[in-house]
């Protein structure tokens, strides 16, 4: 792309992005944007339960119609990804006043792993660090047989970098011994101001710039011979992106959004090739 093109595009993103705190566009979400959220969540949930429990696969890339070639792909070392929506029982878009949903599904392979040795290094996260990229601080809040209770510094870049302090419930499911699914789920996202200075602050609902309002993201890991699949699904939600800008914002905060998933799942293979093996 040429330099004044990417130039003009990402101010019109930063223009969208910065709508003042207390407007319309921002703050607290409203009480129909959560209810659609609900909608989608529970949507998207139901179909990860009928894959999970179903004897035809495990990973929700089994259930499409190119599986042996995604499987391919991603055992030969590829980071897959693509763009994710969830329909209603009617099979139309969820709309969400108010927000903007993003879902996106990626899948990698982990040489030489196992999926006992992975789960186990997921159920004890490295509280003094490394850190996947992102992460600033980590520490287990709460420990049960099969969830933890995590308290998580983050940080998210895109026009701006954007520091959050979260909390997580994650909860671990075994179907056996070479498939274990995970479900984690933000249960505190509170932005922060000047984070890591002597002025750092707590950011309330009022003041959010509503850049993430809520963030669910569901882990499948697979056995398979010379190691493991990993699959992630992320579904975050945020503010909604300006009408009079949204055919030029969708496909920079869509690019933004991938590039996120890619590193996240870059940063999760290495750090966890590196602990275990």
């Not at 003042?20 to 944007?33: D, L, Q």
């Not at 009617?90 to 792993?113: A, C, K, N, S, Y």
């Not at 209770?149 to 998210?156: A, C």
Request: proline share 5%; aromatic share 6%; charged share 30%.
């Amino acid at each position: 792309m040429r330099p004044a093109v990417r130039s003009t595009r990402v101010l019109l993103l930063a223009l969208a992005l910065s709508v003042p705190a207390r407007s319309a566009e921002a703050g607290a979400p409203e009480s129909r944007t959560l209810a659609a959220w609900k909608t989608y969540v529970e949507a998207t949930e139901a179909r990860m339960r009928r894959e999970l429990d179903s004897p035809r696969g495990f990973l929700a890339s089994d259930f499409s119609t190119d599986r042996a070639e995604l499987r391919r792909q991603v055992t030969g070392g590829a980071i897959v990804i693509d763009r994710q929506t969830t329909q209603d029982h009617d099979g139309r878009e969820i709309d969400v006043p108010g927000g903007t949903i993003q879902h996106w599904r990626g899948t990698i392979f982990l040489p030489r792993m196992t999926v006992a040795a992975l789960v186990d290094a997921l159920q004890h996260p490295p509280e003094h660090g490394p850190f996947q990229q992102d992460v600033l601080a980590m520490r287990v809040e709460r420990r049960e047989p099969d969830a933890l209770e995590l308290f998580i510094r983050l940080s998210r870049s895109a026009i701006v970098t954007v520091t959050y302090d979260t909390e997580h419930r994650v909860e671990f499911r075994s179907r056996d011994a070479a498939r274990v699914s995970t479900r984690s789920v933000a249960t505190r996202i509170t932005e922060m101001e000047h984070a890591g200075s002597p002025d750092e602050r707590a950011l309330g609902p009022d003041d959010d710039h509503g850049y993430l309002w809520r963030m669910n993201s569901y882990w499948r890991y697979e056995q398979v011979d010379g190691g493991v699949i990993a699959e992630m699904e992320s579904v975050t939600l945020s503010r909604h992106i300006p009408a009079a800008v949204r055919f030029l914002v969708d496909p920079i905060v869509g690019r933004i959004a991938r590039e996120s998933v890619e590193r996240t799942l870059r940063s999760f293979r290495d750090l966890y090739l590196t602990r275990v093996i």
